[in-house]
């Protein structure tokens, strides 16, 4: 019960922080996508299938499509190639900064008392979350679709050229 | 005779768990090759104490298909072959002569009509030098070709190949299934990429471009289904096209208009997604020189070739299970013939008209292929999906209304398939060059 | 509409399909070891020597070594060793032979000027292509013995082009018959007799298509009409100039 | 002192935050960036499934009702966020978030 939760977390952890710091941004992008899966797989451990697949739909699948699209549209110059000269200064605050963070949310965590008995997991079936969005999520449902139409549509209106009869291939 | 098997509980996700005594099988049918695959499985796994017996189903399930999926691949590339020799009035393989080594002094060579070609082949594969470039990624050159077969392996595990034959039996299934297959277009991406070479770069690209068009048109074309069997489930969606309508029509997805064309664009896709024939841009070897197969030799190839022929093998089970009914057999009287056997000649016939295809239609052009997708495909997958709005909103009525809705619902996908394809045609029109007189 | 350009498509590979296995006449291919595949009259790839008979291939060999091919040879992949005795050839006249002809086919391009500049028709091309050898420079070059192959070979080959061969040859041969009675009534009438040795032709078996000798085939040069052979005949017996 | 479960899933999410925000701080390339901004929102959705999982009383699918919407916009998010890269791409040639710092083109 635990122990499957402990390897997810430290394995999906370990391959997020080393993507963080590689200087390779295929590796990292690579990693970080390996570390989407370990996520869904922590939802699978959770019982949330239909919430895991998603995530690997999306994320492994579509998202990580989408930054290794950029990745390779993105020809990194000689100047990426240097560390920038306040590169170390500012990785020391942001090592600070989320070191801060962390203390304050491990100590939020620890000093709360959360001693829930782990329950038989909570069953979401696929035809109870498929209720739940055309029921009581419909408007919410909605929205998300406008969103992700629209941005799409600035997605695509922000990456093309906007060159001069630049029709020319439309055909 | 359907036992059906109710998840309890998410977490109980593991192994072949449909069946798990021979008292279950007895009810689900008392014929013995019906039931003899999982009579084989529980005579091996029997024997273990309980405990251990679903890690040993499971086990026992990943071994079945990597050995019968395995053998598949290997006879279907010959089939393949020797398919497209026929179609170009040539033998095709012909010659690999059978091992026939303690009588070969006085049997000679036997040819059996090349059936020891995949054999000969994979001798070949195995003992070939393994090349990787000197430039290239040697991890990500390494993990490729694995991943690639991890991926299109995975997503054979949900498909039922016959009454109870499920390795793992999932609510969200289906969706599982398009989970997994995404991933393949990252393994293609990872062997283009890690080749440091430009053509498997471009290679790569291509596949990307490709593989996210078509993933579109693939998923909503399969939503109809989900649509009218009310479940993600393949042993559901299996279970919902039992039956015969006046004893002989079967109540496959297929034999309806929205079921059709939703086959026909979930095949288009899948061989899309596949990098099959007309669309196999990504490895187009005219131009890319196989693309991100360039720089692989040896085992690593043949795992690409692999995973081709498992991501092809497990499309064509989907559409089998999500259009033609299944592991069904198509007449009632033919009922005596076991599951998975119809299950296997369905998947061959549609495996056949991939390779029909191959031989056939030469390869788009990129513009062509992504334009394809995102004008004719999913517009008309969209279509589609009110298509079965339609059918079922006009099934609850009067019988009459049950009569008029199948004219209804096949000009509702006719007309625009003509529409669309008339701007479709006229794009491919002879191509005028710009610079050249 | 969309789509019945793509069933015609498929219905043309549905035919095939179908058709092969029945009809053998769709087969575009053979099965090449056991079958060998009927080459077309004008394949060509390297050259081989004309010899008479293939009894005694060495014996008959229509060349007399007089290397015009071996100069004319644009890779110069041809190497010719004159005779120093003389042997009589078909038509009886004695001639030289080569004492060593051969060809390195791993650099002959197959252009046939050889065959073009040949006078006496001594040297053809070959459709021989199983020409794989282990040993790249013994196994390629090729001997006179390798080469040597008999008219009838000739005539196997290449049908069409043999028997034009042979009808000049033995047209030249009737021509440099008469021109040879009437030089022969001619001396008769001038001196006499007593000159039996010189008219007894050997009555050779193949000698209907084959009698080619030096001699008939030089007389045509100044009384036979006979526009192909002409440029070459000017230099019958001595090796000619090289141009 | 033991964790429960659920401790040890809201850990988890703020160890990944953490590494995302750090990340995210830290790095110059834009692509990075978004990347560790997509991490911390993963971390979030983390939490959504954890609470609903040891809730006392789990009403039916809230969580996942979460996540699936979170996981929605964050895609929409990631589009739109690389096509802004590329964008920046084009104008400046290079991807380094600290010379992308004029509004005018």
């Not at chain 2, 479940?231 to 279970?239: K, Q, Y």
């Not at chain 3, 790839?45 to 004309?50: A, Y």
């Not at chain 3, 298509?209 to 005949?233: C, H, I, L, V, Y």
């Amino acid at each position: 019960m635990i122990l499957p939760l402990v390897i997810i977390a430290l394995l999906t952890i370990a391959v997020a922080a080393i993507a963080m710091t590689l200087r390779n941004l295929i590796h990292s992008a690579l990693l970080l996508i390996g570390s989407w899966a370990g996520i869904a797989a922590f939802y699978f451990w959770a019982g949330a299938e239909f919430a895991a697949f998603a995530q690997v739909l999306v994320y492994v699948g579509a998202v990580s499509m989408v930054v290794l699209f950029a990745v390779l549209l993105t020809r990194r110059s000689r100047a990426d190639l240097e560390v920038a000269p306040d590169a170390i200064g500012r990785g020391l605050g942001a090592m600070l900064a989320g070191g801060a963070v962390l203390g304050v949310l491990f100590g939020a965590v620890f000093a709360t008392r959360l001693d829930v008995a782990p329950t038989a997991a909570p069953t979401a079936s696929v035809r109870a979350i498929g209720q739940q969005l055309m029921g009581a999520h419909a408007a919410s449902l909605l929205v998300v679709g406008v969103i992700l139409t629209v941005a799409l549509l600035g997605a695509v209106v922000i990456a093309s050229t906007d060159r001069e009869g630049g029709k020319e291939d439309a055909r | 005779m359907s036992v059906v098997v109710v998840a309890t509980s998410a977490s109980e996700w593991t192994a072949l768990r449909v069946v798990d005594s021979l008292a279950l099988v007895a009810t689900a049918t008392d014929r013995f090759l019906e039931c003899a695959p999982v009579m084989l499985r529980d005579a091996v796994t029997g024997l273990l104490p309980d405990p251990w017996r679903w890690i040993a189903n499971g086990l026992f399930a990943i071994v079945a298909i990597f050995a019968v999926f395995g053998l598949l691949f290997a006879f279907l590339t010959l089939a393949e072959r020797k398919i497209l020799g026929r179609v170009q009035n040539r033998p095709g393989p012909n010659r690999a002569p059978t091992p026939t080594f303690p009588f070969a002094k006085f049997l000679g060579k036997i040819r059996t009509y090349g059936l020891a070609q995949p054999f000969a082949d994979g001798v070949k594969a195995l003992t070939k030098e393994d090349i990787v470039p000197d430039g290239a990624d040697k991890v990500l050159h390494f993990l490729a070709p694995v991943a690639l077969l991890a991926f299109a392996t995975l997503t054979l595990v949900v498909i039922p190949f016959g009454r109870n034959l499920v390795a793992l039996q999932l609510d969200a299934a289906v969706l599982y299934f398009f989970a997994a297959g995404a991933a393949t277009e990252l393994a293609v991406f990872m062997a283009g990429w890690a080749s440091r070479n430009k053509y498997s770069l471009l290679a790569a690209m291509r596949a990307l471009a490709q593989l996210i068009s078509y993933e579109l048109p693939l998923l909503l074309s399969w939503v109809p289904v989900v649509m009218i069997a009310g479940s993600l489930s393949t042993v559901a969606i299996v279970e919902a096209q039992a039956g015969w309508k006046f004893g002989f029509i079967p109540h496959w997805h297929v034999l309806t208009p929205w079921g059709f064309a939703g086959f026909v664009i979930f095949m288009v896709a899948a061989l899309a997604e596949s990098n099959r024939s007309p669309f196999d841009l990504p490895e187009a070897e005219s131009e890319l020189i196989a693309g991100h197969l360039t720089e692989y030799s040896g085992f690593k190839y043949a795992f690409f070739f692999m995973a081709e022929y498992f991501g092809m093998c497990a499309l064509s089970g989907m559409a089998v299970t999500l259009f033609l009914g299944g592991w069904r057999a198509p007449l009632p009287f033919l009922e005596f013939i076991p599951s998975y056997a119809w299950f296997g000649a369905k998947l061959l016939a549609l495996i056949l008209g991939f390779m029909w295809i191959r031989a056939t239609f030469p390869r788009l052009r990129i513009d062509q292929l992504t334009r394809f997708s995102w004008k004719f495909l999913v517009p008309l997958a969209l279509i589609n999906l009110g298509n079965t709005v339609v059918w079922a909103l006009m099934s609850g009525g009067s019988p009459a209304l049950a009569l008029a809705r199948w004219p209804v619902c096949a000009a509702i996908i006719v007309v625009p398939f003509v529409w669309l394809g008339r701007a479709q045609s006229a794009s491919y029109a002879p191509r005028t060059y710009r610079y050249a007189a | 509409m969309l789509g019945t350009g793509l069933i015609q498509g498929l219905a043309v590979t549905a035919k095939n399909l179908v058709g092969s296995f029945h009809d053998p006449e769709r087969y575009t291919t053979v099965e090449y070891p056991e079958v060998k595949p009927k080459l077309p009259e004008n394949y060509r790839n390297f050259p081989f020597l004309v010899s008479e008979t293939a009894e005694d291939p060495m014996g008959t060999l229509r060349c007399v070594a007089c290397q015009i091919c071996e100069k004319e040879c644009p890779p110069q992949c041809i190497y010719i060793v004159k005779s120093k005795d003389k042997k009589l050839d078909a038509s009886g006249k004695a001639q030289l032979y080569p004492a060593t002809f051969a060809i390195d086919t791993s650099v002959c391009m197959s252009c046939q000027i050889c065959v073009e500049v040949c006078p006496f028709d001594a040297i053809k091309m070959d459709q021989e292509f199983e020409i794989a050898t282990t040993d790249r420079f013994h196994g390629l070059l090729l001997n006179r013995e390798q080469l040597a192959k008999p008219n009838s070979y000739y005539h196997q080959i290449h049908p069409t082009e043999a028997a034009a061969v042979d009808a000049l040859l033995v047209a030249a041969r009737k021509a440099a018959e008469e021109k040879a009675k009437a030089a022969a009534a001619a001396k008769a009438a001038a001196a006499a007799k007593a000159d039996v040795a010189r008219v007894s032709r050997p009555v050779n078996p193949a000698a209907a298509n084959t009698n080619t000798g030096q001699e008939t085939r030089a007389t045509p040069a100044t009384s036979a009409p006979q526009p192909p052979a002409a440029p070459s005949a000017e230099a019958p017996k001595p090796p000619p100039p090289a141009a | 002192m033991s964790l429960s479960p659920l401790q040890l899933c809201l850990l988890f999410s703020s160890a990944l935050f953490c590494v995302g925000l750090v990340g995210a701080l830290s790095r110059s390339n834009t692509i990075l960036v978004l990347l560790g901004v997509e991490l911390m929102l993963n971390a979030a959705n983390l939490n959504f499934i954890a609470f609903w999982r040891f809730s006392p009383s789990p009403s039916p699918a809230t969580g996942v009702m979460f996540v699936i919407f979170s996981i929605a916009v964050a895609a929409a998010e990631a589009a739109v966020g690389l096509a802004l890269v590329i964008a920046i791409y084009r104008h400046q040639k290079n991807i380094r978030l600290q010379e992308a710092n004029r509004l005018k083109g």
